[in-house]
């Protein structure tokens, strides 16, 4: 089965971001977003030990667009207001 890349996952992310006032949300709150937005694979939704210690995508961070906050994530651009 087909996989959801990264970038596409920090594409949403941010997509979810830009909807909200703050422009954060738990990671929680995106992990129950993020379905409604996307057709995910079972190979999408098997867990990923390598995942799992890395955290938020790493293009996320790569490209500046997102802020890791305690529980969740930020838009990079939105910190200031905060």
């Not at 006032?21 to 992990?31: D, H, K, N, R, S």
């Amino acid at each position: 089965m087909s996989r959801i890349s990264e970038t596409e996952i920090a594409d949403i992310v941010e997509t979810i971001l830009l909807e909200r006032p703050t422009g954060e949300a738990t990671v929680a709150e995106l992990v129950d977003e993020i379905p409604n937005r996307v057709v995910l694979s079972a190979d999408d939704l098997a867990p990923s030990p390598t995942h799992l210690a890395q955290g938020v995508p790493r293009q996320c961070h790569h490209d500046g667009r997102l802020l890791s906050v305690p529980g969740g994530l930020r838009l990079a651009n939105r910190a200031a207001l905060a």
